[in-house]
């Protein structure tokens, strides 16, 4: 996995590596299209991290893994992090390959209660973009259902 970057004209930004699932293929021999946007999801929760409480608590010998982008476990507690649009364009076919797939990204924008997310998954075997992407998250009161807002802190924080 790659350092994180923080270029501040372009947004922190950073690259997970993703195991293709056999799954992901199609009768075509490529990553689904449908299979992308789960693809998505995982490189964000590689990036990112999981929010606190969820899955097994890291062991000794299985220690947690810290996200190269500290975003989810500084969410405090009650807020959610939820997805309300994502963009998919699909450059070129993204053949199955048993190497992982590097997937880049980067906060490309920090709104008052989102950010928006952008995706550059990359073919390991010829290095070109094989699809680009973005995601907004919004920030939500788990009880209220309304937007929470980000504070001067974590703007400055998620612009790099």
Do not use: C
């Amino acid at each position: 996995m790659s350092p994180v970057s923080t270029n501040s004209s372009h947004g922190v930004n950073t690259t997970v590596q993703i195991h293709l699932r056999w799954g992901d293929m199609d009768a075509y021999g490529h990553v689904n299209n449908v299979q992308i946007v789960r693809l998505m999801e995982e490189a964000r929760v590689l990036a990112f991290g999981t929010p606190s409480g969820t899955g097994a608590p890291e062991s000794e010998d299985q220690p947690e893994v810290a996200a190269p982008i500290d975003l989810i476990s500084s969410v405090p507690e009650g807020v959610l992090t939820l997805i309300s649009e994502h963009t998919v364009r699909y450059r070129r076919q993204l053949p199955y390959r048993r190497q992982p797939v590097p997937v880049r990204l980067q906060i490309t924008k920090v709104k008052a209660a989102a950010i928006e997310v952008g995706y550059e998954f990359i073919d390991p075997v010829t290095a070109e973009v094989a699809v680009t992407a973005s995601s907004t998250m919004v920030f939500v009161d788990a009880e209220s259902g309304r937007p929470v807002r980000l504070n001067d802190e974590q703007k400055a924080r998620l612009h790099g």
